[in-house]
């Protein structure tokens, strides 16, 4: 596609947003052949504007033969509204599309002294989750979005970065739910996966210190059409609640829990979160660990993030591994 003129594009953006008073629900419709007729250019060429605007997450309902309706831009992503209402301040990038935001921040950081941003996209094109396994990233569909962290804690911390994240996604607050966590990166509403944290760092293998560590997190937020593999397990926000909750609104209400948490890391109260949000004490599980799948009967979850289980009839400590599923037994 031709690259889009900036100056059209922001007309037509102030067109479709004056159609809508304060209070309305939704604005008139605006003829595209009006639209066309007044910026000079062809139908298609606003069809084409629509669409990018769409992409980028605004709510615009097409009316066949009529013209558009602008209703929201409650989907959208702002780069100096999120930045502005940062309690610590950092800098934050917004991007269409990227293959991930971890590798984009782990690629900046190889290239350039940086300090702590944030980079958030509005699609991935290969989202990632722990074990190489691939993260759904629709276009304007979730927060994905990763946070570079200068190491202002040690290296034994940062192994329970993941947890703290888990503990500050801040969904349960802003859309009135319960979310559960299954251990050790995935956080559940009504039984299906929402989602996912992905924790990478680097380390001085001479000094035995932390260099730096990515925080990467990826939420479903809106209706979403998922594919088949992972239909059944995976939701959205929306799907679950019926509710459209800002992406904005949530990603800086959990980039300031996770300043909270580090900044109060030794006492670790994320982890108390953590272990009250988990829904698999005292289950019996499927853990994938050391290449071997063992049935297990969870224990409980120690300060450190590991799992107290026993698995043939021996208590054991896991510091890695996966839940594959829960087991349904009499035992």
């Known amino acids: 596609m031709k690259k889009i003129n900036e100056m059209i594009y922001d007309n037509i953006l102030k067109k479709l947003k004056a159609s809508k008073k304060l209070g309305e629900l939704e604005g008139k419709i605006i003829s595209g052949e009006e639209i066309a007729k007044e910026e000079q250019i062809t139908r ?48 934050v990038q917004v991007l269409d599309s ?60 940062a192994k329970k970065l993941t947890c703290l994240a888990a503990g500050a996604t801040a969904i349960d607050q802003l859309a009135n739910v319960e979310t559960k966590i299954k251990w050790v990166n995935d956080i559940y ?38 594919n088949e593999d992972i239909r059944k397990i995976a939701t959205s926000i929306e799907d679950e609640t019926n509710q459209i909750i800002s992406r904005n609104d949530l990603i800086i209400a959990i980039i300031n829990q996770i300043d909270k948490y580090i900044q109060h890391m030794d006492d670790q109260i994320y982890m108390d979160e953590y272990i009250k949000k988990s829904f698999i004490i005292g289950k019996y599980v499927e ?9 297990a009967k969870v224990l409980s979850i120690t300060k450190n993030g590991e799992l107290q289980v026993i698995i043939n009839n021996e208590v054991q400590i896991v510091s890695s591994g996966e839940i594959t599923r829960m087991v349904i037994t009499n035992e």
């Open 98 to 157: 990227v293959d991930s935001t971890n590798n984009y921040l782990k690629k900046m950081k190889k290239n350039e002294k940086m300090e702590e941003m944030v980079v958030i996209a509005n699609a991935q094109t290969a989202g990632r989750g722990r074990l190489g396994r691939s993260f759904t990233s629709n276009n304007a569909s979730g927060i994905y979005m990763s946070i570079l962290l200068e190491p202002t804690f040690s290296l034994e911390q």
């Open 189 to 226: 509403l009504n039984s299906k996966k929402i989602s996912g944290i992905l924790t990478e760092a680097a380390t001085s293998i001479e000094q035995g210190s932390l260099e730096y560590a990515i925080i990467g997190i990826g939420i479903n937020m809106y209706h979403q059409e998922f």
């Open 287 to 295: 853990l994938y660990k050391n290449n071997q799948l063992f049935k």
């Open 44 to 91: 298609s060429y606003v069809s084409k504007v629509i669409a990018k605007l769409i992409d980028k997450g605004y709510d615009i309902k097409r009316v066949n033969r009529m013209g558009y309706i602008y209703q929201s831009d409650m989907k959208v992503l702002d780069e100096e509204y999120i930045k502005s209402h940062l309690t610590n301040q950092r800098n």
